[in-house]
């Protein structure tokens, strides 16, 4: 099993960015799918989540930010608006057979987003 993330980068404040997060050796629609992140000196956080076709959001990122995922390519995406510093982190995809959780099964390596002008 892999999950490669990809798509982060530099953005200005207020900009916008798409992460994506390709899957091999499973099959996404048939798991909980999630979006985390980790900022320096800070824990991992969750971000976003899909399970059981529900998607979830922490308060941080509601209206900014939206989970999906592409069935027939088997990549899940995070497209991220009006981003803000406070969002620089890596960003991490996981999944897992049940629940989206801290511990999920499966994680991408992540990809570094950064907010700066």
């Known amino acids: 099993v892999q999950l490669q993330a990809s798509g982060g980068g530099l953005v200005q404040p207020g900009g916008s960015l798409r992460l994506s997060c390709a899957a091999s050796?499973?099959?996404?629609?048939?798991?909980?799918i999630g979006w985390f992140r980790q900022a320096p000196g800070k824990e991992r956080e969750a971000v976003a989540c899909?399970?059981?076709?529900?998607?979830h959001y922490a308060d941080f990122v509601k209206g900014r930010f939206t989970i999906s995922r592409d069935n027939a390519k088997n990549v899940m995406y995070l497209q991220m608006n009006s981003l803000n510093v406070e969002d620089t982190a890596v960003y991490y995809c996981?999944?897992?057979?049940?629940?989206?959780?801290?511990?999920?099964?499966?994680w991408g390596k992540g990809t570094q987003v950064t907010v700066s002008s």
């Open positions: 899909i399970r059981y076709g529900t998607t």
């Open positions: 996981a999944a897992d057979p049940d629940f989206c959780s801290g511990v999920m099964n499966y």
């Open positions: 050796g499973l099959t996404l629609v048939e798991y909980a």
